[in-house]
């Protein structure tokens, strides 16, 4: 018996009190593998676009030993990729490599200031809907090339709720929908899961979510793991 590859984001494996071990019994993946009786491999890291889930692919020898056993793909990204950047991606990313580190810290708390309160405009984005769906369909082209019997589940952005981008998030609509057409054209089972827990979990005023505003609670996982294990059920 084969595996559950999940390549994702830090919503994989953060709960309410931060990151969590890959093995960790409450993270959604790993519940869904206990319902479905497989094991689980995930690669995530924090702040992962579809960007750097290609790069990851192309670059992780961990991932190429995991893909000839996995009996299903999940692709549980793309919700940085819908995130308010007012400042390009390429620009933003680079702040981190500032000096001295003075310069860094006035840059980090300027950018900071700015993007709660930039971030309702909606664009730019972390990475445009047609680039974000360009990884996607790479993705996709390179794990058929070397298994092309492999299943594949995509799991529609969540939202959040976070002060860090004004409680704004317009540019998930659209990257749904770009996803979902892409999905569609290529037979690819998706789950709206994601988003429908984690609009309600929002919504409720007893939640506990994660004070960031962006990761969830265990409940929530659980939650996320009860919408997500029939769609990986029926497509094993």
């Given at each position: 018996m084969g595996s559950i590859m999940v390549l994702?984001?830090?919503?994989?494996?953060?709960?309410?009190?931060?990151?969590?071990?890959?093995?960790?019994?409450?993270?959604?993946?790993?519940?869904?593998?206990?319902?479905?009786?497989?094991e689980v491999d995930l690669f995530?890291?924090?702040?992962?676009?579809?960007?750097?889930?290609?790069?990851?692919?192309?670059?992780?020898?961990?991932?190429?030993?995991?893909?000839?056993k996995a009996d299903v793909l999940v692709l549980a990204f793309g919700g940085m990729d819908s995130l308010p950047s007012p400042l390009p991606t390429a620009l933003r990313e680079q702040i981190r490599y500032l000096?001295?580190?003075?310069?860094?810290?006035?840059?980090?708390?300027?950018?900071?200031?700015?993007?709660?309160?930039?971030?309702?405009?909606?664009?730019?984005?972390?990475?445009?809907?047609?680039?974000?769906?360009?990884?996607?369909?790479?993705?996709?082209?390179?794990v058929a090339h070397l298994r092309p019997d492999l299943p594949i589940v995509v799991c529609l952005p969540s939202t959040h709720d976070s002060p860090y981008y004004g409680h704004a998030h317009p540019g998930r609509v659209p990257l749904t929908s770009a996803?979902?057409?892409?999905?569609?054209?290529h037979g690819i089972a998706t789950t709206t899961g994601f988003y429908e827990v984690t609009s309600a979990a929002y919504d409720d005023p007893d939640a506990v979510m994660n004070p960031d505003g962006i990761h969830w609670s265990v409940d929530a996982h659980a939650a996320i793991a009860d919408a997500v294990a029939p769609v990986i059920r029926a497509a094993l």
């Open positions: 994702g984001d830090s919503l994989s494996y953060y709960d309410e009190t931060g990151g969590l071990p890959s093995d960790d019994p409450r993270i959604w993946p790993n519940l869904v593998g206990e319902q479905v009786g497989r995530a890291r924090i702040g992962w676009t579809s960007r750097d889930v290609w790069w990851a692919i192309t670059q992780d020898p961990r991932i190429w030993a995991a893909l000839p000096r001295p580190a003075r310069l860094r810290q006035v840059v980090r708390d300027g950018y900071s200031w700015l993007q709660p309160r930039l971030s309702p405009l909606g664009w730019p984005m972390a990475l445009p809907v047609a680039v974000t769906v360009d990884y996607f369909e790479k993705i996709r082209g390179a996803i979902g057409r892409w999905a569609h054209e």
